[in-house]
């Protein structure tokens, strides 16, 4: 059975920085596409990033671009998201995807 | 590129009810490799449907994924009070963006 475990969500002030985490099971990691998707509060599902099986390719949603880094480690079957430069509007739950599972997410509140 | 979903449909217990995903840049079609997502109130999404019409092992036979009038569609045959949710469809552009569309609030009454 596929497991996805975030961590790393918080309250953080506008413009300071944020690392998520994704520790997971169940599959063969280094074969599958991983992403990143939030939802902020009351609203609908965003994708935010996703990154290649072997970390060669990354892309990114345009309201996070420049901002945030998606990155792997498949030795230790892991995802993060570096988030910087954070804005009010990134606040929401944010879930790990992949191998068309979801994690139960993690809270990201950017507030003053 | 914008991902058009009905807002809000009701079906009957028993019934029979297709949501759809449509796009601002044109039809739909396999190479968008269309998905479905179900999310139930406080609940994390799940995937029902993922490149048009293939499902993970624990996706009911009631719901099944097709292209319809250049659309994306996923149908429910046989609605059940549980499959009272919010369904998210999601589309995959030139292979480096990705967009939901704003889901479907689905009642079954």
């Known amino acids: 059975e596929v497991y996805l475990v975030e961590s790393g969500g918080g309250l953080v002030q506008p413009g300071g920085s944020l690392r998520l985490s994704c520790a997971a099971s169940?599959?063969?990691?280094?074969?599958?596409?991983m992403a990143w998707v939030r939802q902020g509060p009351g609203k609908g599902l965003e994708w935010v990033a996703n990154i290649k099986g072997d970390g060669s390719a990354t892309f990114y949603g345009d309201a996070v671009k420049g901002r945030f880094t998606i990155s792997r480690d498949n030795a230790k079957n892991s995802l993060d998201l570096q988030m910087n430069s954070l804005r009010p509007e990134d606040s929401g739950v944010y879930y790990c995807?992949?191998?068309?599972?979801w994690g139960q997410g993690t809270l990201v509140t950017v507030s003053s | 590129a914008v991902v058009t979903q009905e807002p809000s449909l009701t079906v009957s217990p028993g019934g029979t009810v297709s949501l759809t995903c449509g796009s601002s840049t044109g039809a739909v079609t396999s190479g968008h490799y269309p998905s479905w997502f179900q999310q139930k109130p406080g609940q994390a999404p799940r995937t029902l449907i993922y490149h048009t019409y293939n499902k993970p092992s624990w996706t009911p036979a009631r719901f099944s994924g097709s292209l319809l009038g250049g659309k994306a569609a996923l149908t429910l045959s046989g609605a059940q009070p549980d499959d009272e949710a919010d369904y998210y469809c999601l589309v995959v552009y030139g292979g480096d963006q990705e967009v939901f569309g704003g889901g479907t609030k689905l009642t079954v009454l």
């Open positions: 995807v992949g191998a068309n599972s």
């Open positions: 169940g599959f063969i990691y280094n074969n599958y596409w």
